[in-house]
Structure formats: C-alpha cells, structure tokens
C-alpha cells in the first residue's frame, strides 16, 4: 500500500551560500537549491554577495547538479531604494535565476511588472503566520510563502489544509528573537536600519532589567547575570518525520555568513536524514550520528523554536553563549590520487604533524585520521600547515574526493 | 490647505476617550487587546459601542485597531469581529496582516482600512499597494525621515497618517521575555511596574518593556514631538497626526491633546504665524523626568 507520505513529494533541502564556493559545497553536500544575495537589496550587506557574473556561474553549476538557485532580495524599501530594481530582476530572470525571495509587496508588485517569469517567494520578513494571509499572496501570484519562526508544527498542518500554495519553513540556524521585520532595536541603538540590511544583533547585546517601584528606578538585574534577549538556534534534525507530515515543501537552512564547513555539515546531516525517511518510511530511525555531526559546526545551544511550544528560558540564552563548537574547519579536498593514497588539501585553519582530524564527504560517513606527514607543493616535508589557502599533501587512511572537508579538533 | 489636518490620539478607556474628545482630538484609535497591538487599554465590543455613542455625541472619529499578527486561531475569530465593528459602524479599522483586508471584504465591506504595519510602512509605492487593495490610509513607520514621510505625501493619493507626539515600538517578540529572564533567575517575585531594559554599559537611555499575550514589547527611550515642526507637517498636508498615548497617565495626554489641538487650530488660521514656544513650553512641564523629548528619526541619518 502507497501511504500519503510516500505519495508526497520530497521536501527541498534548501541552504544558504554566502559565496561561490559556499554555493558549491551546499549542492555538492546535497541541497536540492541555495539561496544567495546579490549586489542590491538584500538584507546581508556584510555577507560576500553576489555579483551577475557570479551569480551566473553560481546558476550554471547549480543547474549542473540539478540544484535551484533563489536571490533574496527582502529589504523594506524607502522612497528612494526602487532605482534600478525593474533591471535587476530581469537580469536575474535573464541569468536563469529559479526564484527571488523578497518582503516588500511593492517589490513583489514590481518584480511581477518586469520579469513576470521570474518565481516569486515572499520572506520570512513579512511575518506570515495563517493561511488567510497565505491566501492573499497565493492570489498575488506569489509562488510560495517563507513561514514566520513563530508558527507551531499544528499552525503549519492547518496552512497546508486549508491553502494551496508551497511553504518554506526555517529547520536550522539562528533565529530573530522578535518576530522578523518587526524589530528596529538596531536602529534605535545604532543609527543603523535593520529592515535594509544594516542589523547591528542589538538583541544579543547585554541589558540591564529595572523596576519602576516606590523607591524610584531599581535594577533586578545582577551585574554578573545580566538581562539577555537572544534565542537559541534552531535545529529540527530530530524532527523530520513531522516536518513532512505537516506539509512543509522545503527545509531551509539559515546561515549566508557561516563557513562551508558549518554549510556542509548541516546540508549533510539533513539530507541524510531526509533521504533515510524517504526509503522506508515505516522503518525510520533517528540516527545520533547526525546530531553528533550537527554539533560539531553548531554556533549556539540548539532549540526547536516554536514548532512544539512557545519558546521558554530554555529556549534563550542568558549570559555569554556557551561555546558549542568542538571543531575547526580545517582545509578542502583538492584532489585525491588513487594509487598513492595522497590528498592534497587546501588549508583553512592550521594544522600540523600529530594532530588528529575528521573528514566528511558529500552522503557519506565521516572517518577520523592521524596526520603523520605532509608535503607542501613543491614536494617539500614540513611540520605544520599554517598559511591561509596554503596547498599542502599528505596520506590519508581512506579514498576522499574532491569537496571533502577536513575538520579538526578545536 | 484646505484639507482638515486630523489629530488622532490612542486612548486606554472610555473615560479616556471623552477627555480626549474634550480636549480636541477629532479622532481616538482604540482596540481589543486579542486583537490589536500596544494599545493603551483594551475595549470590549460593549465598550467601543460607547466609544461610538461618545463620538457621535462629539461629531468624532473612532478608529479600531485589529493590527495584530493573526495566527490561525485567531483568524478563525475575525470574521465574527469584523462583523461586530461593521455592526457598530466604527469610523476605520487598522490592521497590518492581510488577513484582515480579505476578512473585511466580507465581513466589513462598508468600514474604511488603515493600513499599519509600523515598521515596514516605509515607501510611497508600498502606501499606493496597500491602497490599490483598498486601503484609504497608510499610517508611516517611524523610521523614517521628514524628507522621506514628505516624499511618501507627495506620491500618494491616499491619506497618510505620521506620528509626532509620544513613545514607538523598537520590538515585538511573541515570546514572554521578561517572564522568561525571571525563570532563569529563578526568582519568584513580583515586579513593580513599569519596567525598563538599558543596554549595559550606557546609563542615559531607559527602555520600556512589557509584557501581554501579544508577546513582549521593547519601546522608545525617548518620546517624540514634534510641536515645532508642526507648521511643516500642515503645509505638507498631511491628513492625520497622531499621538500616542501609551503608557502615559489621562492627564498627560489631555494636555498634550489640548496643545497640539490650539496649535493646529491656530496654525489653520494663519498658516504664516511660526510656531509659538508656548507650545513646547508647556509639554515640557507635564513631561515626566524619565522621558526625554526628542524628534524620532525626522532628523536622522540612518545606515546600512
């Protein structure tokens, strides 16, 4: 017997890529598409974005591997952020570009004017949270709605009954505290605009707490434990199976400023995850080892957002973040020659004779080495790798491919 | 000039209202605390139809704000809501989520829409958007600048409300913030209210926060007046003013009705006569030591 699940269509693994070779490592590690930025109007203007050309080549390998590509374009515009918006989508429609990803309804308004083609998201900024609203854009013609964090799994089921429209709901990463497009904190603090990409994090900073009583302003907050606003990060790698039943169609992935190594860590453990349900529904387990995995990139404590409860203590962080993170990316797999068993690495973090290091692969599981020798280019032994980007060699234990990651312990 | 420049004030209770009324706002925005955002008071369907017999009395407007981020339940709700403020024939209602906008084409087609978002309320095209879905008004993010609120009056047909008096939402987080800290804390006790946050490290700027099952709500350190640029904002044409009455006692807000209401009245009838420091002179005596006045971001360079 067919059951609804498998008649379902398999969620899209969506992640982020902050750059070109992000984008790379994210297909390569299993994203079904990315999301990126360009030049204009989007909302990371510290991420390293997107040029056309860059775009293009992005699009184009992407595409080469069957992965989709959508440019966020998600500012609240002013008056005087339209110039050029018309041209710059139908560039992006130009280029191939699957989708565009954007807040502002009169960008939506016009997106649809000058590349009608071009597939229409609206962002988690615009804080959608019932089907009604949903309803509404679906009518305007938009394609799918990114949810708001704030949306419980039950809120998503009762969507997903009552419109028909593709939803996109945030799985991993970190999360605004506030709901998304509702908090100037930055701009208030810092004279920079949250809403067009100027977030100074004002909500990770450190508060005091007061009471306004009798005896006039008195603090409640102690000086070694301060009143903090900032939320775990998500991660919903345990969750699978009720993300497919309730109907999300794609798993997004936060993070345009994280590594390749945290990008194809995480990519990796979803897609393995996604994957095993989709062979045999009925027999899925959980497997530790993805959450081993996921913890080895993880930034923060993790939390499961609002999709079982609303958020408690738990579920922030007080005080400073603890560091989660046992592990450092440690260099890329260049090459991999068969009959001598050497790789050559290009180097991200250094490393050095005596050390022990992981490496991961694209579906694959991980295995752990001693590194015991390495040459640097010109064939050359040396003791350590401590140049950026530097091309160094040495054996590894088992066969590794190109876009392999090497990780070592911090 | 010939428009009338409307002065709207948030009010927290009947009582509230009347005063208001009294002391020479053409408008009150009220609403129902399920359904509406950092209103001073919350008004029952009993109480916005006294709202209503007070205004008519008054020959006044009564604006009902159903501005919330409406989850699924609650949407369920809105049909018989809106229908309840059609009913009473309420002046407009204010909302934010276009859950609302395709509930009222059913269920309040008579009852104009003010469009508020706060925060991303920020461009003439997103006014004339939200207009083309009808909209009559579009009530401006406080983000933004003089330049750009006059930009947004220039290419819209539409009425544009801007506040110039009073404290603004910097954060609305669904989360029971405070109530959360206190957990972690582990300490029971009760808080006097009002309560304020200050970034660590910096003594001169007081952020209220509160607490209600809209979430937690982080607001300005500083109250807006704008009483001197009000020459600016009339000859502009500006359809409403607002002030903001939250978290400010009845007394204050009369009085700061009262001032805007002589300066504009003034101002309408001769539009050449400046501004009077009387003006300031007197919101300054009533404004409470903790609030600094200040102009929002009219006069504000912002990055990004």
Known sequence: ?410 | MTNKTELVVSAGSVEEVQRLFQAGADAVEIGQARYSLRMPGSFDSSMIKETMQIARHFDKKVYVSVNTLFHPDLVEELASYLGQLQELSVHAIIFGDPAVLMAARENAPTIPLHWSTETTSTSYRTVNYWGKKGASRAILARELSFEEVIGVKQNTTHEVQVQIHGMTCIFHSKRSLVSNYMDHRKDGRELDLPLYIKEDNRDDANYPIFQDEQGTHVMSAEDICMIEQLPTFIQHGFDALKIDGILKSAEYNETVVSVYRRAIDDLMEDPNRGVDSAWMEEIKRIQPETRPLGTGFYFKEQVY
């Open chain 1, 1 to 410: 017997m067919v059951t609804a699940v498998q008649t379902r269509k398999k969620p899209e693994l969506l992640a982020p890529a902050g750059d070109l070779d992000k984008l790379k490592f994210a297909v390569m590690y299993g994203a079904d598409a990315v999301y990126i930025g360009g030049e204009k109007f989007g909302l990371r203007s510290k991420a390293g974005n997107f040029s056309y050309e860059k775009i293009k080549e992005g699009v184009e390998f992407a595409h080469r591997h069957g992965a989709k590509v959508f440019v966020a374009a998600n500012i609240i515009a002013h008056n005087e952020d339209f110039t050029g918006m018309e041209e710059y989508f139908q560039t992006l429609y130009k280029i191939g570009v699957d989708a565009v990803i954007i807040a502002d309804p009169a960008i939506i308004e016009i997106c649809a004017m000058a590349a009608p083609e071009l597939e229409i998201h609206l962002s988690t900024q615009a804080s959608t949270t019932n089907w009604q609203t949903l309803k509404f854009w679906a009518e305007e013609g938009v394609k799918r709605v990114v949810l708001a964090r704030e949306c419980t799994m039950d809120e998503i089921h009762k969507i997903k009954e009552n419109v028909n429209i593709e939803v996109e709901s945030f799985i991993h990463g970190a999360m605004c505290i506030s709901y998304s497009g509702r908090c100037v904190l930055s701009n208030h603090m810092t004279n920079r605009d949250s809403n067009r990409g100027g977030c100074a994090q004002s909500c990770r900073w450190k508060y005091d707490l007061f009471e306004d009583g009798e005896d006039g302003m008195e603090p409640i907050s102690p000086d070694d434990d301060s009143y903090t606003m900032g939320s775990k990060d998500l991660c919903m790698i345990e969750y699978i199976p009720d993300l497919i039943k309730a109907g999300v169609d794609s798993f997004k992935i936060e993070g345009r400023m994280k590594t390749i190594h945290y990008v194809a860590t995480v990519v990796n453990a979803y897609r393995r995850a996604i994957d095993a349900y989709y062979e045999e529904p009925e027999n899925y387990r959980f497997n530790e080892e993805w959450m081993e995995e996921i913890l080895k990139a993880a930034n923060r404590p993790i939390t499961t957002g609002f999709y079982y409860h609303t958020p408690t203590d738990v579920d922030q962080i007080f005080g400073t973040p603890p560091k989660v993170a046992q592990f450092d990316f440690a260099g890329i797999v260049l090459d991999y020659e068969e009959n001598t068993g050497i790789a050559t690495i290009e180097q991200r973090n250094r490393f050095a004779i005596g050390q022990e290091i992981e490496m991961i692969g694209p579906k694959r599981d991980r295995f752990e080495q001693k590194i015991t020798q390495i040459w640097d280019e010109d064939g050359n032994e040396i003791s350590v790798a401590n140049t950026p980007l530097q091309r160094v060699r040495f054996k590894v234990d088992r066969p590794v491919n190109a876009y392999d990651i090497m990780r070592k312990r911090k």
